[in-house]
């Protein structure tokens, strides 16, 4: 399976906001408890600055749910491509999907993003759930999904070009 991610991004007193959209395939890896995610991710940060709260909520078509806070990096390539590394902790319930050994799980994540005109961008996401030894097992799951990402503005204000060309000072 593969994913489709959206991101919002706004610009108010100097605050960036975005919120993305993914889809993709669980244990894209490993391939023995594969099944359909989509994730929700709301990042926060300042302006011109690559450092990024986040908070994460994923889901798969096995009702296994993620949800976490963390941060990310943004790194960027170029006027148009970013590369983002992303470490969210959080509480994994594995429903009737892949059993991780532990209900603290943590997400490391990967993901290359090309800047659309008007801020919003494209993402290729590659991410990796574990317990870090913490529980009696530890198989780790693997994901790929695709995103999509676009600016988010407060009502009465205006939205944020913040694209890697203008570094949000449109």
């Known amino acids: 399976t593969l994913s489709t991610s959206t991101s ?5 007193a100097g605050r960036t906001q975005s919120l993305s959209f993914a889809t993709g395939w669980f244990d ?17 940060g300042r302006a011109r600055r690559p450092l990024r709260g986040v908070a994460v909520a994923a889901l798969t078509d096995d009702s296994s749910l993620f949800v976490g806070a963390g941060v990310g990096y943004q790194i960027d390539l170029g006027q ?8 969210v ?16 799980e943590f997400r490391s994540q990967i993901e290359l993003g090309y800047t659309l005109a ?10 990796h759930l574990s317990n870090g ?4 097992r530890n198989p780790g799951e693997e994901s790929l999904t ?8 407060r009502r009465g204000s205006r939205p944020a070009r913040e694209s890697a060309r203008t570094g949000g000072t449109e």
């Open 80 to 87: 148009r491509w970013a590369v983002t590394p992303v470490f």
């Open 8 to 12: 919002v991004r706004a610009e108010d």
């Open 89 to 104: 902790p959080g509480y994994y319930r594995k429903g009737n999907g892949k059993d991780l050994g532990y209900s603290l």
């Open 118 to 127: 008007g801020g919003s961008r494209v993402t290729i996401a590659f991410s």
């Open 133 to 136: 030894g913490l529980g009696s």
């Open 28 to 44: 894209c890896n490993r391939k023995q408890d594969e099944a359909f995610e989509t994730r929700l991710e709301y990042r926060v």
């Open 146 to 153: 695709i995103g999509f990402e676009l600016p988010l503005a």
